[in-house]
């Protein structure tokens, strides 16, 4: 019996089939119901008990590698079949996978930065998760400054905090503890304050801060800079105003308003009825803040500004509900890419 199966082994080792029909019969020779596997299986149980074990190895090894061989040529025919299957009609329509849209904010967050450009500003960025220092200490924040509350800041590290920047601001610092004067930046970037979330506060936002460093730079910089910002931003016939306001950072400080883009300036909902939407704060470079990133205050001096890319993208294409940013609806996201290249 052991040779019988070592030749029939050799056998199926051996054995190719021209067709599926040759195929078909080197399955009944072998596992038919009085193929050879049937009768092996009937002599084995007339084996003697000390052989048993060997024949019974042999057998099913037997077994295994004609199924095995079955598969593999059956496999060979398949994909034969398909090859001399009809060739595809090249004549019709391709599917065409949707290409996609630029997000809104990064369309506004590109035109801030080519509005900014063609002024000499050039863009850096900065990282998301900072120290005390970046966001804090070095932009003349008081140590018991509420906006390092934990209500306000996400919180990575206590002591020493490492926090999630709650402005782009911490990138002024960055690039001025690296850079001397003159400095014209702006730096985009997200931004993250625990808020509650609702059609008009998120958990993360996006900013573009501002920054110009050098002799003799004045609040009337700073002015006729944001009247240009707002002209290209909104139209031509756009004002500004600045309202005197505080933040750590600079001095004087201002916040500044446009004149509604939706009426033009006469009063509506929008506006509240003011004539006025505000979009922005700014102010001059504290002295504390140059001393604090190696800029000696005597000879330089600055402005900065930082913005919500939300709050421009809300008055551009008349967005009321900021959850829809981070939605991801393409029904909301495909809007705009054609609205304004
Ligand atoms: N960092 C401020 C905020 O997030 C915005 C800001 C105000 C930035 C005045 C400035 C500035 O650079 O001068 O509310």
Redesign the pocket.
Same mark, same amino acid.
């Given at each position: 019996m052991k040779e019988k199966i070592n030749q029939y082994l050799a056998e199926i080792e051996m054995f190719t089939a021209k067709s599926k029909e040759e195929l078909e019969q080197f399955r009944i020779k072998y596992s038919g119901k009085k193929g050879i596997l049937n009768d092996l299986f009937a002599d084995f149980k007339n084996v003697a008990a000390e052989e048993r074990r060997e024949m019974g190895v042999l057998l099913n090894d037997l077994k295994g590698k004609m199924q095995q061989k079955l598969e593999a040529l059956r496999e060979s025919f398949e994909g034969e079949e398909s090859a001399s299957a009809p060739a595809q009609d090249l004549t019709l329509p391709v599917n065409f996978r949707d290409a996609g849209s630029r997000h809104p904010l990064m369309i506004i967050r590109n035109r801030m930065i080519e509005i900014f450009s063609r002024i000499g500003f050039t863009v850096a960025e900065g990282p998301e998760i900072e120290d005390d220092w970046h966001n804090f200490s070095a932009?003349n924040f008081a140590p018991e400054h509420p #906006?390092r509350d934990m209500q306000d800041t996400f919180f990575i590290e206590k002591d020493p905090d490492i926090i999630l920047r +709650?402005? +782009? $601001?911490s990138v *002024?610092v960055r690039v001025m503890e690296k850079t001397q004067p003159p400095i014209r930046m702006i730096f985009p970037g997200r =931004?993250y304050r625990n808020e509650a979330i609702s059609a008009r506060a998120h958990c993360f936002f996006h *900013?573009v /801060? &501002?920054?110009y460093v050098d002799k003799n730079v004045s609040f009337a910089d700073l002015r006729q800079t944001m009247l240009y910002f707002a002209k290209e931003m909104f139209s031509a016939d756009t004002r500004i105003r600045l309202r005197p $306001?505080y933040?750590p950072? +600079?001095e004087p $400080? #201002? /916040?500044m308003d446009i004149s509604c883009n939706l009426c033009g300036g006469k009063g509506c909902g929008f506006c509240k009825y003011t004539g006025w939407v505000e979009i922005? &704060?700014?102010? @001059? =470079?504290n002295p504390n803040v140059l001393k604090n990133c190696g800029i000696d205050p005597e000879v330089y001096s600055g402005?900065?500004? &930082? @913005?919500?890319i939300e709050r421009i993208t809300n008055l551009v294409f008349n967005v009321k509900d900021l959850r829809m940013f981070s939605e991801n609806d393409v029904r909301f996201l495909q809007q705009f890419e054609s609205a304004w290249q």
């Open positions: 932009l #906006a +709650t402005h +782009t $601001s *002024q =931004v *900013q /801060e &501002g920054l $306001s933040f950072f +600079t $400080s #201002a /916040e922005l &704060g700014c102010g @001059m =470079v402005f900065a500004f &930082g @913005m919500g």
